[in-house]
């Protein structure tokens, strides 16, 4: 008998991390266990969405491996910064760098390495790996960061020595990218950037996805960080540089106390400190530290309507796949950012929710949400939404789908 064909995934966030692309990673990597494969995953330390190491982690000496599921998951502990700025987010990268080029040496033997992107410099070790191995290299960009720093101003653009470096890592983009058998990203504008950075005419669409079983307003329950008497307005998630939060303190000014409306902020991030001080004033904003992910389908369920705002200045360069599951919530969602983002159009296309572009939106938003509140915009948004997204974008679809890539990857039929 055959033994079976083993995968290496290169990722800076898996398991315990149950938020983003943690979450999204692992379930992927459960399902390829679940098709047969031998799967083993080379990852930093939990740390993801507190920039901390997770506490059952923190003691765990500085290169360990454990079995979680059947998987096999070789890690580093890497340099977590306590303060998130470029030069520590650069510090951070180098530091799982060094460290996955050491783990390399505990893989024996691979027939696909999958790297998961953020972390562009994440690539190199992945190429030496599928190289050393005589695999096919598969390169998954869930964020293109570099892009994403540039336009949610975390990298101020007018200077010399910001062109230097855009130059710079855009080339090793390119490089990067030219080198691998199959590209991949999360949403069509995304495929569009890689079109332009790299000699791949025809990358593969890998959106991520929802379990419409394990996010069901049918099968949920009232949250406690819920108020029911009052209207709930939602954010579930990472707080971090890449939305507009100075679009919901303006908001806040708005909203009166007659309205009965409460914001309600479940997450952590490199912003929280300085959100929670920008809004101290506001009693009707509160915040929450993030649930367990089986709490997630009561949490999301349980709110009256969701929000993201994003950065206008941010095109797509990140696809939120929290929409995802605020949609799946069965609940109406009020979404801000650029114009011609593919967010807009989903939420256009599934009529479940309202989408604004511009940083002086907050009127047009409090407006929504009273018709939101006052039941006078259209009745069944959120069922509508849910009906498009769990159509669209349903776990079972899109990760049969891509079982079948993977097949004509391994037996070079791609």
Known sequence: MDSPKKITIITANYYPEDTAIGLYTTQFANYLKSE????????????????KIKDSYSDRTTFFSETVDGIEIIRFKQFIPQKVTLSSRIL???SLFFGTLINLRKIKKTDLVICIVPFTISIIPAFFLAKIKKA?????????EFDLALESGIIKRNNYGTSLLKKYIFCLETALFNIADLVSSIS???????????????????PNWISAEKINPKTSSQHSLID????????????????????LQKLCFLLKKEDLIEIVIVGDGSFKNTLKEN?????????????????LNDLL?????????????VLDTIMPSKILAMMASGKPSVISG??????????????????????????????????????TSKTNMGEDARTYITEKFSEKLILSNVALKIKSLIYGTA
Request: proline content about 4%.
């Open 188 to 206: 069509y504008t995304m495929l569009e950037k890689i079109k332009e950075k790299s000699r791949h005419s025809n990358p593969y669409f890998f």
């Open 279 to 295: 809004l101290a004033a506001f009693k009707f904003v509160k915040f929450y530290n993030p649930v367990p992910y089986d709490e």
């Open 36 to 51: 047969g494969y031998a799967i083993q995953i080379l990852t930093g330390f939990p740390y993801y969405p507190q920039w």
């Open 228 to 247: 029911s008497n009052k209207f709930t307005l939602l954010y579930s998630g990472n707080i971090g540089e890449k939305q507009d939060w100075q679009l």
């Open 338 to 375: 650029h114009a011609i983002s593919e967010v807009n159009t989903i939420i256009r296309e599934s009529n479940g929710g309202f989408y604004f572009v511009g940083h002086n939106a907050a009127n047009e938003i409090y407006s929504a949400l009273l018709e939101i509140k006052n039941k």
């Open 136 to 144: 096919k290299l598969w390169i998954h960009i869930q964020d293109f």
């Open 301 to 313: 369920c349980s709110a009256d309507a969701h929000f993201l705002f994003q950065k206008i200045t």
């Open 92 to 94: 951070m990268m180098l």
